[in-house]
């Protein structure tokens, strides 16, 4: 059974620094990992899909790699902001096409 | 639509009714899938749906859960004699094909007194 992990569960910072959230998990055998930011209230909202087969996809200040073989992947946040703040979630999509997602890390940035 | 929508937003009932909730997914998006976030438990799988047939139907906690998809598109979920540990938001997505990426709606929140 897939299991996902992320690390870690809160981090708080102050604005303009850079951040790594981590996320692993345990059954290599995916066809695409994908990063969700939910906000307080809202539904998920997809920052980033990243398929079994690259290594990694940008977005503006966001930037996830995969390592498939070592069941891990890290969501880079440049120069973070206020507006960063929210739950992030990573979910990997399995070769029986559910996604399994982790617990979520709540970022906080300080103004 | 221009996203997934869903209703309603919030829902009350009380313990043993039974509550339907709704799905509108992305116009053209064939396949549809319904999630249930509970405090501490994180998010879990329900039921997918490609077209109208749900192949995989795994992840309904019970047989009081039901889900049905009509003309490729709208879905409603069903919960009948509603339980406290019924309480949850429920959340819909949809998907162009298999295996690329899921948008969501804003959810329900359920709950049961």
């Known amino acids: 059974k897939q299991e996902v992990t992320q690390i870690p569960a809160a981090l708080s910072v102050p604005e303009g620094e850079n951040l790594v959230l981590n996320c692993s998990f345990t059954?290599?055998?995916?066809?695409?990992l994908q990063w969700f930011r939910q906000d307080p209230g809202k539904g998920l909202t997809s920052l980033l899909l990243?398929?079994?087969?690259?290594r990694e996809q940008t977005s503006g200040r966001l930037n996830a790699s995969l390592d498939k073989s070592s069941g891990r992947s890290t969501l880079y946040i440049a120069a973070s902001q206020p507006g960063d703040s929210a739950t992030y979630l990573c979910?990997?999509?399995?070769?029986?096409?559910?996604?399994?997602f982790g617990k979520g890390t709540l970022l906080t940035v300080n103004p | 639509g221009a996203g997934v929508s869903q209703s309603p937003s919030n829902k009350v009932t009380e313990k043993g009714k039974d509550v339907e909730l709704r799905c509108d997914p992305i116009?053209?998006?064939?396949?549809l899938y319904w999630y249930r976030q509970s405090l501490g438990q994180g998010l879990e799988f329900l039921i997918y749906?490609?077209?109208?047939?749900?192949?995989?139907k795994s992840g309904l906690p019970s047989d009081r859960f039901s889900a049905e998809r009509t003309g490729g598109s709208v879905s409603t979920l069903t919960i009948q004699r509603t339980q406290q540990e019924d309480s949850a938001v429920y959340l819909c997505?949809?998907?162009?094909?298999?295996?690329?990426?899921?948008?969501f709606g804003p959810g329900t929140r359920l709950t049961v007194l």
């Open positions: 979910a990997v999509l399995g070769s029986n096409y559910k996604l399994t």
């Open positions: 990243i398929q079994s087969s690259q």
């Open positions: 059954d290599s055998a995916i066809y695409n």
């Open positions: 116009s053209g998006h064939t396949a």
């Open positions: 749906f490609q077209g109208n047939s749900a192949p995989d």
């Open positions: 997505a949809s998907e162009q094909g298999r295996g690329r990426e899921q948008f």
